[in-house]
Each structure stands twice: as structure tokens, then as C-alpha cells.
């Protein structure tokens, strides 16, 4: 379809067909991978990988999926290394990088800081739209849960697997995501998600970044 125009009926019936067959491909996947982790036939092929690296190549992927959006990227100057399966690291990333282009489609920023605190790499992906509320909070990486968008239009993007197998996947390589949000009824209250993966053993102990101290208390003015 090289000769026709950009606008024909037939460049758009085939990149809508692609687009769908992308979108089952992954629901298929999903539910192969979910079947693995039931079963413990999931293995993390793990290896010592830059993951300044594998989050700047995500970003990268995740941005051509939106022209709505601008996604926005802090890393170290220095690489961060941990133990892990680039593959499915960047897998868990996208998953959040998608949530955020599509349950806030009015964010026309994203963030995603990459940094060192201690001996972790923690990774945070932040929106800027209406939140999540509250009471969906404690059920987000349930299997099979769906937020509703905050456009109040059903989700057709997926099964409700993609956030738990994310968590299962960051729990596989020793570390823990959370979720913080607040629910608004106007723009930029946003939902963050953090992760925090160990660093590779080379790294810890090597000296880490400076944390701020306490200060000691002064004494009362007399």
C-alpha cells in the first residue's frame, strides 16, 4: 500500500487490522504468561544488564504510541545495573507507560525518574490526570481488574492481567512496586507508580549516593 494516500480506506483498514492482531497477540500472551505463573513454569533469564539502558529503550517504544502525549525521562549520569531479565523488565514497563497513555488521556505530560536511593534502583512513572480512587487502590494488581478510564468509555485494551503480571514479575527479581494516587475531579492530581529492584552485587558495594543526614537538635533559645 505504498502508492496510496495516507488517508485511503485501504492504508486505514490495514493499519486497523494491525492494530488489532498486535492487540490480540498480546491478550495471548497474557494469558500464556499467567498460566506459567500459576504453574511455575516461569523462568527469568537474568543476567548483570544496565537498566538505565532497558528504561530508555521502553520510553523510547512507549512514545511512538501517542502524539498526545510527551513522555518525559530522568535517569542518572551513571549506569544502574541489576540482576535481571532486560526482556521482561522492559515488558513491565511498557505495561505502566500504556496504562498511563490510556487512563489518562488528557496528561499531556508522563514522567519517568530513574535513580539510586541506598542500594536500590527505584523507577517511578508518574500521569497527571484525574487519579485513581481510593477504594480501586487495594484491588489494582488484582488479576483480571480493570480501572475505569477516566473518560467514563469501557477499556477494549486488554484482559486486567497486565498490572499483576507486572507485579509478579518485579517480585521475581527480588524487588516490590507500589502504586499512590489522588482521585480528582480536575486534571493533575495523577497516579505514580514506583519500583524498587536491588542493584547488581558489583554496585552495592560500590559507594552509594549521599543521603541526607539528620540534623542534631538545637538547643531552646534561653
Known amino acids: 500500500f505504498a502508492d496510496q494516500p495516507a488517508d485511503s480506506p485501504a492504508r486505514n483498514y490495514t493499519a486497523r487490522a494491525y492494530r488489532q492482531a498486535r492487540r490480540l497477540k498480546r491478550l495471548v500472551q497474557d494469558l500464556m504468561d499467567v498460566r506459567r505463573l500459576q504453574n511455575g513454569g516461569f523462568r527469568l533469564e537474568t543476567e548483570r544488564m544496565a537498566l538505565d539502558q532497558v528504561v530508555a529503550e521502553a520510553v ?20 544502574l545495573f541489576v540482576a535481571g531479565d532486560a526482556a521482561r523488565l522492559e515488558q513491565v514497563l511498557l505495561n505502566l507507560l500504556t496504562n498511563a497513555i490510556t487512563y489518562a488521556p488528557r496528561s499531556k505530560r508522563i514522567d519517568v525518574r530513574l535513580r539510586r536511593v541506598g542500594n536500590e534502583a527505584e523507577l517511578h512513572v508518574r500521569d497527571y490526570g484525574q487519579g485513581i480512587a481510593a477504594a480501586e487502590l487495594p484491588q489494582i494488581f488484582s488479576r483480571f481488574y480493570q480501572v ?27 524487588g516490590r512496586i507500589e502504586v499512590t494516587s489522588v482521585e480528582g475531579t480536575s486534571e493533575g492530581h495523577g497516579t505514580t507508580f514506583t519500583i524498587r529492584l536491588p542493584l547488581a552485587p558489583d554496585q552495592t558495594t560500590a559507594t552509594a549516593a549521599p543521603q541526607p543526614q539528620p540534623q542534631p537538635e538545637q538547643p531552646p533559645m534561653a
Open 60 to 79: 523510547e517504544a512507549a512514545q511512538t504510541m501517542t502524539t498526545e502525549q510527551t513522555i518525559h525521562l530522568e535517569r542518572p549520569d551513571t549506569p
Open 148 to 174: 475505569a478510564r477516566a473518560d467514563n468509555r469501557p477499556s477494549r485494551r486488554g484482559l486486567g492481567l497486565g498490572l499483576y503480571i507486572a507485579r509478579e514479575l518485579v517480585v521475581a527479581h527480588g
